[in-house]
Nanobody
Framework: QVQLRESGGGLVQAGGSLRLSCAAS????????MGWFRQAPGKEREFVAA????????LYADSVKGRFTISRDNAKNTVHLEMNSLKPDDTAVYYC???????????????WGQGTQVTVSS
C-alpha cells in the first residue's frame, strides 16, 4: 500500500516556474514507477511524466518535453516535477501516481494522490 500527497501547486504567470512535490508513505516506494498526470476542467486526465523506480529512465508527454523535469529521491520517498516556461494550457489539477511499470496510461497506475491545483495566468 502506498499513500501519496502532492504539494507545491499555485498561481503563476505565463513563463514562470513551479516545483511540485509528492510525498509517499510505505516502505515499498522505491519499487514503484512514479508518474505525474493532470486534468483540466472538462477534459480527461492526461499523462505528463513518469520515472522508473531507479530514476534511470524518464518519460514525458510531447507537450511538456523540454520544459518539465521529473525526479525522485528514494531515500526521502519523494518525487518532484519541476515545471518551467509555464503556459496557460498547463492549467490543471496535477496528480502523482505509483505503478509497477514505466507507463503513460492512467490504468497502469495503482495508487493516486488527491491532486494539487496549478493555475497559469496569461
Amino acid at each position: 500500500q502506498v499513500q501519496l500527497r502532492e504539494s507545491g501547486g499555485g498561481l503563476v504567470q505565463a513563463g514562470g516556474s513551479l516545483r511540485l512535490s509528492c510525498a509517499a508513505s510505505g516502505r515499498t516506494f522505491s519499487t514503484y514507477a512514479m508518474g505525474w498526470f493532470r486534468q483540466a476542467p472538462g477534459k480527461e486526465r492526461e499523462f505528463v511524466a513518469a520515472i522508473r523506480w531507479s530514476g534511470s529512465i524518464t518519460l514525458y508527454a510531447d507537450s511538456v518535453k523540454g520544459r518539465f523535469t521529473i525526479s525522485r529521491d528514494n531515500a526521502k520517498n519523494t518525487v518532484h516535477l519541476e515545471m518551467n516556461s509555464l503556459k496557460p494550457d498547463d492549467t490543471a489539477v496535477y496528480y502523482c501516481a505509483a505503478g509497477l511499470g514505466l507507463r503513460s496510461a492512467t490504468a497502469e497506475y495503482d495508487y493516486w494522490g488527491q491532486g494539487t491545483q496549478v493555475t497559469v495566468s496569461s
